[in-house]
């Protein structure tokens, strides 16, 4: 039986970690989740958990933890049996503790992207709301301008992506990060990768993977004490 592999990958907004996901979902076939698409699901879908998240996603605030977890546990108990990649979850201690008492990752990225890059991607970035796809007017432009690739509707900026918001959205993601990250260091699977662009950053963190996911640690999922 293929033994199993679980990482999750941090980063302030903006970092990569969705692109870079997708690249580790393609290439070594982990189950991606993603936090702010699950959000995003939650809200377009105008449940009552969508209800609830709705103002803080829109504002670039931290969805409350018992929220975020509540959310994300559940759809990993049902991956008990796959490997799987988390994007943007956990991102406080108390939701780290809580990803803990289910089951610990085997590994995690943190992307440390310095804060003028951050600045210059997010302000370039567009989305399609209805999806929750992301395009970057440099980066990974849409074929024709202004519209979704798929859908062909109108792409809108995010307001908490202007200047101005940025600086509170980067400066609370310190604060709570650090000891999330310092939690995954002291267990020793904190992996760290700086640089301004995705692209020289991902021939690192793939061979770091191929390297893991060839002798990965274990085959189920054990509870951790935090
Ligand atoms: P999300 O959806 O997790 P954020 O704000 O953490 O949102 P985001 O915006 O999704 O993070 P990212 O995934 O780190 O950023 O980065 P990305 O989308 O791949 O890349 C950003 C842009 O840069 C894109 O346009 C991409 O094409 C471009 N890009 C990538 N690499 C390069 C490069 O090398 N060069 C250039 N030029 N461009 C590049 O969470 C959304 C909200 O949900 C809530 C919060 O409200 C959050 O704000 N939330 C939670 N709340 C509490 N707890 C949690 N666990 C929560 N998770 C989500
Ligand atoms: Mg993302």
Redo the contacts with the bound molecule.
């Keep these: 039986m293929a033994k199993l592999f679980r990482a999750a990958i941090m ?12 690249r580790i979902a393609q290439s070594f076939g982990l189950q991606y989740l ?4 699950y ?2 699901e939650s809200i377009a879908a105008n449940t009552e958990a969508g209800v609830l ?1 709705k103002n ?2 829109e ?7 018992h ?2 977890t509540r959310l ?1 546990l559940p759809r990993l108990e049902q991956l008990n049996s796959h490997s799987w990649l988390l ?6 201690l108390a ?1 780290a503790q809580a990803l803990n008492s289910m089951c610990q990752p085997d590994l995690v990225i943190s ?1 440390n992207i310095p804060y003028e ?1 951050l600045k ?3 302000s ?3 989305v399609h709301p209805a999806s ?1 796809r ?3 007017m ?3 432009p849409p074929r024709v301008q202004g519209r979704d690739d798929i859908s062909g509707e109108p792409l809108v900026q995010h307001d ?2 202007k200047p101005e918001a940025l600086v509170a ?1 980067l400066r609370h ?1 310190k604060d709570v990060a650090k000891p999330v990250i310092d939690l995954y260091k002291s267990k020793g699977i904190l992996h760290t990768f700086s640089g ?6 991902w021939p690192y963190i793939s061979s770091l993977l191929s390297a893991k996911i060839d002798t990965p640690p274990s085959d189920t999922c054990q509870t951790q004490t935090p």
Excluded: A, C
């Design positions: 980063g302030p907004p903006g970092s990569g970690k969705g692109t870079i996901s997708e993603s936090s702010g698409h959000l995003r998240v803080y996603v504002r670039g605030l931290l969805v409350p933890d929220v975020m994300m994007d943007g979850f956990p991102r406080t939701q992307l890059t210059d991607r997010l370039d970035r567009w929750g992301v395009y970057n440099g980066f990974n908490d992506d959205r993601y301004t662009e995705t692209d020289r950053i």
